[in-house]
């Protein structure tokens, strides 16, 4: 009965010692013997590890942020505005006037005109309204129009002289391209002055060659046509140079009846006290 109770007692210790490392997950190992006289192994006890954490443990922060934070968008680079000049504020003004924002021009300069163009143009499309031609209002303008063609840029003038026909380079001389439709006062070789002109019509063409001014007339008034002439120097039969007041409001948007037309007032009427009947004139491509 002894050994029996001894026996049991030593099996429910046993049993409590491996309760003890299942909870502790260790390495147990019993004695020399448990009372067979035989050795046995160690018995190894493991805990399985968890994969993921419990729900009410938060996981450890990462070094970097998951998202970062919204920035705000960089401004558009501004292009042109007040005060530049040049041949692509030309072709802003083309562009404004394609869309009806602009009327005046295109004059080369950016003035106040064209910056009220720009600021109506950018209202109108939800865009800032700065006056400035910045990236996004050019890229929107653009969508919008049509490439400029080069009477468009110079619509009211303002446009670079070709280089004089060699028959201009002696004596005194209205040298008169019709390529890029400029009038030079030539006076031996020197350009004296510089002024745009327009010409006649395809139904009423201005004659090309070298002719001479036979006749001058301040106030003239033409008889064929009924029309205000002011300033005129005839060269050939009914064809003059003159001032024109519809040149000066419309540009090359219309045509002459043949004659050669200046827009500036001021200009034809000094160039006018300047040039004498005999003078040559010189109408070239």
Same mark, same amino acid.
């Given at each position: 009965m002894?050994? $029996?109770?001894?026996?049991?007692?030593r099996?429910?210790?046993? =049993?409590?010692?491996?309760?003890?490392?299942v909870?502790?997950?260790?390495?147990?190992?019993?004695?020399?013997?448990?009372?067979?006289?035989?050795?046995?192994?160690?018995?190894?006890?493991?805990?399985? #590890?968890?994969?993921?954490?419990?729900? *009410?443990?938060?996981? !450890?922060?990462?070094?970097t942020?998951?998202?970062?934070?919204?920035?705000?968008p960089a401004a =558009?680079?501004v292009?042109?505005? &007040?005060?530049?000049?040049? &041949?692509?504020v030309?072709?802003?003004?083309?562009?404004?006037?394609?869309? =009806?924002?602009?009327?005046?021009?295109?004059?080369?300069?950016? *003035?106040?005109?064209?910056?009220?163009?720009?600021?109506?143009?950018?209202? !109108? $499309?939800?865009?800032? #309204?700065?006056?400035?031609?910045d990236t996004?209002?050019?890229?929107?303008? !653009?969508?919008m129009t &049509?490439e400029?063609?080069?009477?468009?840029l110079?619509l /009211?003038?303002?446009?670079?002289?070709?280089?004089?026909?060699?028959?201009?380079?002696?004596?005194r001389?209205?040298?008169?391209?019709?390529?890029? +439709?400029?009038?030079r006062? /030539?006076?031996?070789?020197?350009?004296v002055?510089?002024?745009p002109?327009?010409?006649?019509?395809?139904?009423?063409?201005?004659?090309?060659g070298?002719?001479?001014?036979?006749? !001058?007339?301040?106030?003239?008034v033409?008889?064929?046509?009924?029309?205000? /002439?002011?300033?005129? /120097?005839?060269?050939s039969?009914?064809q003059?140079?003159?001032?024109?007041?519809?040149? =000066?409001?419309?540009g090359?948007?219309?045509a002459?009846?043949?004659?050669v037309?200046? +827009?500036?007032?001021?200009?034809?009427?000094?160039?006018?006290?300047?040039?004498?009947?005999?003078?040559k004139?010189?109408?070239?491509?």
């Amino acid at each position: 009965m002894r050994s $029996r109770g001894m026996s049991s007692a030593r099996g429910r210790a046993f =049993a409590a010692l491996l309760v003890l490392a299942v909870t502790c997950g260790c390495t147990v190992q019993t004695g020399d013997g448990d009372g067979d006289g035989k050795r046995h192994l160690p018995v190894r006890i493991e805990i399985p #590890k968890r994969s993921t954490p419990p729900a *009410d443990e938060d996981p !450890k922060p990462s070094g970097t942020p998951s998202s970062a934070a919204p920035t705000a968008p960089a401004a =558009a680079a501004v292009l042109w505005s &007040r005060g530049d000049s040049g &041949r692509d504020v030309r072709e802003l003004q083309a562009r404004l006037r394609q869309v =009806a924002w602009l009327y005046d021009g295109p004059t080369g300069s950016y *003035d106040d005109l064209t910056e009220r163009a720009v600021e109506g143009f950018q209202g !109108k $499309r939800g865009l800032p #309204k700065t006056g400035k031609t910045d990236t996004v209002t050019w890229k929107r303008l !653009k969508a919008m129009t &049509r490439e400029p063609g080069k009477w468009e840029l110079y619509l /009211m003038g303002g446009q670079p002289a070709d280089a004089p026909d060699p028959r201009c380079l002696t004596g005194r001389v209205l040298c008169i391209s019709k390529t890029s +439709r400029t009038l030079r006062w /030539m006076i031996d070789g020197q350009t004296v002055t510089t002024v745009p002109v327009r010409f006649g019509s395809v139904g009423t063409p201005t004659r090309e060659g070298v002719f001479s001014v036979y006749w !001058k007339s301040r106030h003239h008034v033409s008889t064929l046509y009924d029309s205000p /002439m002011p300033y005129a /120097m005839f060269f050939s039969g009914g064809q003059a140079v003159h001032y024109s007041a519809d040149f =000066a409001a419309n540009g090359y948007a219309g045509a002459s009846h043949g004659c050669v037309n200046v +827009r500036d007032e001021a200009a034809i009427a000094d160039l006018f006290a300047q040039v004498r009947n005999g003078d040559k004139v010189v109408v070239h491509w």
